[in-house]
């Protein structure tokens, strides 16, 4: 069964220090993975995606890929209050659906 | 990125009584749009993928007699809930890829959150 495993958290950081929010995957085969950012009440919005071993930037965020260690993480730097809100780590295989982990939630203290 | 609207964000029913909740791209067509159910603190769940012109496949443990999946065009997919009961108040929401999106990503819609007495 094909599982992602979050720490639900929450994650409390203070505004301006760097967030880090760890994922992992037991899917081997996984080859695309997901971070979406959930306010409480609303629907998931997708942050940005990675498919290639290694560090992608985009803005203040970064998602970072280890298909050996079969983890993947977002950093956020320069953390926001406005950041605060449950994240949720997506993979899939292929062109088949997402299989999303239970979130962690990111408390960012003014 | 696609936009998917649906409708309606809120609902209150009464026990036995079924709600339609719509789900809408509004700038590409999406020939297989996904439903998740969500209840508090809790992940999403797929319930079900539905496939334009076709019958819904429904994940295991979903009742497909009771969660009715219609996907009559390439912009519309509607989920009915008949004869809700307290235990279906959850945060219903609906998904699609956006075309062309070969990484796989999902758009959401804003979610319907159904509260039945």
């Known amino acids: 069964q094909k599982e992602v495993e979050q720490n639900s958290g929450p994650l409390s950081v203070p505004e301006g220090a760097i967030a880090s929010l760890n994922c992992t995957y037991s899917d081997r085969g996984s080859q695309s993975f997901f971070w979406y950012r959930q306010y409480s009440g609303k629907s998931p919005e997708l942050i940005m995606f990675?498919?290639?071993?290694g560090d992608k930037e985009d803005g203040r965020f970064t998602a970072q890929l280890n298909k050996a260690s079969q983890y993947v993480s977002l950093l956020i730097r320069d953390s926001q209050p406005s950041d605060s809100a449950t994240y949720l780590c997506?993979?899939?295989?292929?062109?088949?659906?997402?299989?999303f982990g239970k979130g962690t939630m990111l408390l960012v203290s003014p | 990125g696609a936009v998917v609207s649906q409708h309606p964000s809120w609902v209150i029913c009464k026990s036995g009584t079924s709600v339609k909740i719509e789900c809408r791209s509004l700038d590409f067509q999406a020939t297989t749009m996904f439903w998740y159910r969500q209840f508090p603190k809790q992940s999403l769940m797929l319930m079900a993928t539905s496939n334009e012109g076709s019958k819904a496949t429904y994940e295991q443990g979903v009742e497909k007699d009771k969660f009715l999946i219609n996907h009559a065009s390439l912009t519309l997919s509607t989920l009915t809930v008949t004869s809700a009961h307290p235990e279906d108040s959850s945060f219903y929401i609906c998904?699609?890829?956006?075309?062309?999106?070969?990484?796989?990503?999902?758009?959401f819609g804003e979610g319907s959150r159904l509260t039945v007495l």
């Open positions: 990675i498919y290639s071993n």
């Open positions: 997506a993979v899939n295989r292929g062109y088949s659906t997402l299989t």
């Open positions: 998904s699609a890829r956006g075309q062309g999106a070969a990484s796989g990503e999902l758009f």
